[in-house]
């Protein structure tokens, strides 16, 4: 299943992680993608799965805020 997540925190960055290791696709959609938290993420999920929030909404199945 295709996946968004729009990261906001350690909840959803939880989920993420989740997603992944249930061999979900994902894809994050985060305000600011530069923060210390999105960049920490970004390094255990892969930065491939960062988006613009824009865009991580438009291409997917099921969206989680």
Known sequence: ???AIIVAGNISGTLAQGFIKDI??????ARFRLSEKSLK???????????????????WEVICF
Do not use: D, K, P, S
Not at 24 to 29: A, C, I, P, S
Not at 44 to 57: D, K, L, Q, S
């Open 1 to 3: 299943m295709n996946i």
């Open 24 to 29: 979900h696709t994902l894809l994050t959609g």
């Open 41 to 59: 993420l970004a390094a255990i999920i892969g930065a491939n799965r960062f988006a613009v929030v824009e865009n991580a909404i438009i291409q």
